[in-house]
Structure formats: C-alpha cells, structure tokens
C-alpha cells in the first residue's frame, strides 16, 4: 500500500492559549488500519479532533492528494470522513434505527435501507432493539451503533476514538474483531485511538507512539508490540 488517504505534516493543536501537539508528522495509506498510542494526556484524543475539524489547527491535512486543512467537521463528512468520539456519540433520545438513518444524512441513494440491515445482520442486538431509544442501550451496544452509524456515512476514512473506553474485555474483543473483518470486507481505512495496547496492535498494520503532543516512535505493529523499552514506557504491557 502506497497511496497516502491520509497525510498530516507539522500539525499543531491545542485548545485557546494551551497548545497541545507541537508538529505532528504522520500518515494512513488507503486501505490501512493505523493505531495511535500514548500515555492519558500525550494528545491522542485532540490529534483526532484536529483531523476531524472539530478544533482549530495548522499544519497540512490532505485527504486524498487534496488539503483539508481548513475545512470544519460537516464539510469532512461529506468529503469522507466519519468520527466515533470517545464516549460512544449516539443520539440516546432516538431509536436505534433512526440513529442509523441520521448516519447517512449526506447520501441520496436508494441503498439506505439496505445497508440499515447489513448492519442489523452484522450486529444483530442492535437488529432486536431498532425501536429502542438509543440510551437505554448497554455501553457495548451503545458503541456498536454508534460505530455502524458513522459507517452509514460509507466513509472511506474511519476515526475511532478509544473504542474500548468502559467495556468490558470479551465486548471490546468481539468490537476489535469486527473492526478488523470491516476493514477487510469493505476496505475502509481506519485512525484508531486507543490505550488498550496490545488488542490495537493485534489488528493494526502500522502504530505510532506520542509523548507530549510530539511523535516518539513508529513503526509495523509487530514491532512496536515486540520492543520491549516502548511496552515498558509508552504501551502498559
């Protein structure tokens, strides 16, 4: 994989008179499941917020050859990019089939209701509870909707932000590995967040480590995972 979906250089990010990242270099080959890890606090969550245009940035952001560096939340969407922030983002006053439908609010196409089932098929809890509100869900089901809404959008780039946070270990094993069958199945390029280590690594091609908004270290999974100074200072394992 050669081609850069996504290309970062030199990003800068904070929030009012606190800067937070200072020049993050850093890039997502189509079709790639890239990790970032790092202590609480390095700026994993706001190099998320940055590239989503949910925060003011600079530096350069090209999606796909073009810059999106100054362009806000609603005009990535529709370019490509769909966000699941930390702590779920599910509209829990609606049911989870409107959920759904909210998530392809950018398409015209008549294959919406098509791809509500495959959803449903691929998370059948959520299939059993499409008319529930979508607060009333159990934490992992709440993270699965909110996973297969943002999908709705037919991104061709994926943010996932810390998607283990509060689940319990057997539901953020299922949720990983249906991650992995997703990227496999409809080729979609993922930027996932995450302090969970080794269960990132495991179905990631490529990390990176940061420590006080700067890039540490980076490199294949297998040999992030492998490097025993990296596991002891950066990853909890």
């Known amino acids: 994989m050669t081609d850069r979906l996504l290309d970062v250089k030199n990003l800068h990010a904070g929030y009012g008179p606190i800067a937070v990242l200072h020049g993050l270099d850093f890039h997502v080959s189509e079709g790639e499941i890239v990790v970032i890890l790092g202590a609480n606090g390095a700026g994993k969550t706001t190099t998320l917020r940055a590239v989503s245009g949910m925060i003011d940035r600079t530096g350069s952001i090209e999606l796909a050859g073009k810059s999106i560096a100054s362009a806000k939340a ?113 080729g979609t390029t993922m930027l996932v967040v995450e302090q969970n280590a080794q269960l990132a690594l495991g179905i990631a091609d490529r990390g990176y480590v940061i420590e006080s908004g700067e890039m540490f270290a980076e490199g294949p999974a297998g040999e992030l995972i492998n490097d025993d100074a990296i596991r002891r200072a950066y990853l909890g394992v």
């Open 74 to 186: 609603p005009d990535l969407v529709r370019a490509g990019v769909a966000h699941v922030p930390q702590g779920r983002g599910t509209l829990p006053e609606l049911s989870v089939e409107d959920n759904l439908r909210v998530g392809a609010y950018i398409r015209n196409d008549n294959e919406i209701d098509a791809d509500i089932e495959q959803w449903f098929q691929a998370y059948p809890v959520l299939g059993e509870r499409k008319n529930q509100r979508a607060g009333s869900l159990s934490g992992g089901e709440q993270q699965m909707l909110a996973v297969a809404r943002a999908l709705m959008s037919r991104p061709t780039l994926l943010l996932l932000d810390e998607p283990s946070l509060g689940l319990a270990p057997i539901i953020v094993a299922d949720l990983f590995e249906r991650f992995a069958e997703i990227n496999k199945e409809l």
